[in-house]
């Protein structure tokens, strides 16, 4: 790697840990909003127009821990380009750095989740990518093209995309749980006091209206008071702690039941010392079909590099790599090969089949965000998180 052009990744190897892929604190703030709105799209600073000359410098804004570092440093050297990778905890930490630097911030890619990408286009945010710049475009997943929160993907390319469900102990659990009520029942009874919840409120909140049977998006006041009252009344007593990652709770070795993202479980039991104790469930009846992207922020300087890297890191090769080391799938159509799934540890788990993925719903940014958050502070506040 050139001496001159190293790659940084600004988070401590303890931040890293806590903030590793999806440590999602979902649901917009009513300070966040707040900030947003008053930032408007007034003076944020414009970037400068690709010209086909690649910049020495690269900033990006991701998740931590979220792509192999060999990676990086490969097409740093490469290209020549200084990359620096800082991480953030949530996508209202990164909408808010930028929402506040009015196009300042001196990132140029940012990795938000996709739901956040309506209100980041509204507050502009994010800027139009050149699809000229990105030919390897034509080797994504048409599946995971062209989605509900940016049409054309005007402004995004799929990063990663995964799902949710949960993680067991055998040793600890008896029977074969397979639902969301499965899992209520379990925290309530074998795993009380050893149990582990997502700190999303989406997500919590999805635990219950599945077991009710309701639409994972609900905004019907009655159907989100039912859930409260499983999450609060029937789960919270039991819980243990809220976390956003179950390779961390894993880990500790304190958890007996854990809802948790499919790649993250997997990175879990990779690293266990005895991985064969634990098992991951797709839970039925549904679950979240997330997806995590690849943008330009709004100001950015160095947009031939940005456009540059998100093409080379979509293109066939990278995302066997990247999907390797996350645990995610890319969108890629390199998955699509015979037998490729064989090449990667637990590939079960990175691909479920598609009577799973049947029943996924993708989570929504709407009007019952707010009382989402709410079940999930009262839920914390009862057990004492």
């Known amino acids: 790697m050139s001496e001159r052009n190293p790659v940084r990744v600004l988070a401590g190897h303890d931040t890293i840990g806590r903030l590793s892929r999806r440590t999602v604190l979902a649901g917009m703030g009513a300070a966040g909003l707040s900030l947003l709105a008053s930032c408007g799209q007034r003076g944020m600073a414009e970037s400068p127009a690709p010209d086909g000359q690649l ?19 490969a097409w740093s050297a490469d290209n020549d380009v200084r990359l620096q990778v800082d991480a953030f905890g949530s996508n209202e930490e990164m909408m808010a750095k930028l929402a506040a630097s009015r196009g300042t911030s001196g990132y140029d890619i940012v990795v ?18 050149d699809h000229s710049l990105l030919p390897n475009l034509a080797t994504m997943d048409p599946a995971f093209m062209d989605q509900t929160f940016d049409p054309g993907n005007v ?20 029977g074969d749980p397979q639902s969301w009520q499965d899992f209520i029942d379990l925290a309530a009874g074998e795993a009380s006091g050893a149990t582990m919840l ?7 909140c999805s635990i219950a209206l599945a077991a009710l049977g309701h639409d994972l ?19 919270a007593p039991h819980v243990r702690a809220y976390m956003g990652n179950a390779n961390t709770a894993m880990a500790q070795g304190s958890f007996a039941l854990m ?9 879990g039991m990779l690293e266990a010392d005895d991985p064969e ?27 031939d590099a940005a456009h540059a890297f998100i093409d080379w890191i979509i293109g066939p090769e990278q995302a066997l790599a990247e999907t390797d080391y996350i645990g995610y799938s890319t969108g890629s159509t390199a998955f699509a090969e015979p037998g490729i799934e064989d090449g990667f540890e637990l590939a079960e788990i990175i691909f ?30 009862r057990s004492g998180a």
């Open 55 to 73: 910049e020495s410098r690269l900033n990006v804004y991701s998740w931590g821990d979220y792509d192999p570092p060999e990676l990086l440093e």
């Open 112 to 129: 938000p989740t996709g739901i956040y990408i309506p209100t980041m286009v509204e507050h502009g945010l994010l800027q139009r990518l």
């Open 155 to 174: 402004h995004s390319v799929c990063k990663a995309w995964g799902t949710t469900g949960f993680v067991y102990d055998a040793h600890r659990i008896s």
């Open 198 to 204: 997502l700190e999303d409120a989406w997500e919590v």
């Open 217 to 235: 998006n609900t905004v019907e006041p009655a159907e989100l008071d039912e859930a409260a009252e499983i999450v609060v009344d029937r789960l």
């Open 259 to 267: 809802q948790a993202f499919n790649g993250d479980a997997r990175q």
């Open 277 to 303: 104790r634990w098992r991951f469930v797709f839970p039925t009846p549904s679950a979240n079909l997330w997806m995590d992207t690849w943008c330009i922020a709004t100001g950015a300087q160095n947009p």
């Open 352 to 381: 479920p089949e598609q009577h799973v993925l049947d029943r996924l719903v993708a989570s929504e940014m709407n009007e019952g965000m707010q009382r989402r958050v709410e079940i999930l502070t009262d839920a914390q506040t």
